[in-house]
T-cell receptor, first 112, second 115 residues
Framework: DTEVTQTPKHLVMGMTNKKSLKCEQH?????MYWYKQKAKKPPELMFV???????INESVPSRFSPECPNSSLLNLHLHALQPEDSALYLCASSRRDSYGYTFGSGTRLTVV | SQQGEEDPQALSIQEGENATMNCSYKTSINNLQWYRQNSGRGLVHLILIRSNEREKHSGRLRVTLDTSKKSSSLLITASRAADTASYFC???????????????FGQGTILTVHP
């Protein structure tokens, strides 16, 4: 299995909703990442997990809450989002030290 | 903040022509990577070049790295309509001689290859 699987592919949520994005990989990668991408912009790093521990938080608002239950799973819990949080959310994984990332196909999130 | 700046922002060529995209960056790096993204989908890793390498090939792709100028280029030879996509460079930055453990993406080049 050489894929990163993200669910759902599309999500529409209200500003008072709570939802979660899910990411799964079975490549044995010990680093996993959440990126946010707005239209016509490059991906921007949100969080890095290394060996299931949060190693980097790029000053992301607390309405985004990451979780890494085990080495194969990464979740992003969403609560009280704003319309400007609408974007493509990308999960990625990698081996450590100078290897390329494998990206999922993303969750397109719309906040109404 | 975005590390890499790419040019051109957009490139339009005919099938069979070569496409060259450039990337500049500001800090010391562990490696530089190139990714392709088709129309709002996930990114696909194309090639990685380490800071001690100057040139690398993979199929129709050729990447160069000049650490003295803090720049890299991606050449796609004999382009095909299927190469139409956005291309991003991404840097694995060094801090204190150690990788920060994250990739920072450049602004990207939109490549259109006309049949």
């Amino acid at each position: 299995d050489t894929e990163v699987t993200q669910t759902p592919k599309h999500l529409v949520m209200g500003m008072t909703n709570k939802k979660s994005l899910k990411c799964e990989q079975h490549m044995g990668h010990r680093a996993m990442y959440w990126y946010k991408q707005k239209a016509k912009k490059p991906p921007e790093l949100m969080f890095v997990y290394s060996y299931e521990k949060l190693s980097i938080n790029e000053s992301v608002p607390s309405r985004f809450s990451p979780e890494c239950p085990n080495s194969s799973l990464l979740n992003l819990h969403l609560h009280a989002l704003q319309p400007e949080d609408s974007a493509l959310y990308l999960c990625a994984s990698s081996r450590r030290d100078s290897y390329g990332y494998t990206f999922g196909s993303g969750t397109r999130l719309t906040v109404v | 903040s975005q590390q890499g700046e790419e040019d051109p922002q957009a490139l339009s060529i005919q099938e069979g022509e070569n496409a060259t995209m450039n990337c500049s960056y500001k800090t010391s790096i562990n490696n530089l990577q190139w990714y392709r993204q088709n129309s709002g989908r996930g990114l696909v890793h194309l090639i990685l070049i380490r800071s001690n390498e100057r040139e690398k090939h993979s199929g129709r792709l050729r990447v160069t790295l000049d650490t003295s100028k803090k720049s890299s280029s991606l050449l796609i030879t004999a382009s095909r309509a299927a190469d139409t996509a956005s291309y991003f460079c991404a840097t694995d930055e060094l801090g204190g001689g150690t990788s920060y453990g994250k990739l920072t993406f450049g602004q990207g080049t939109i490549l259109t290859v006309h049949p």
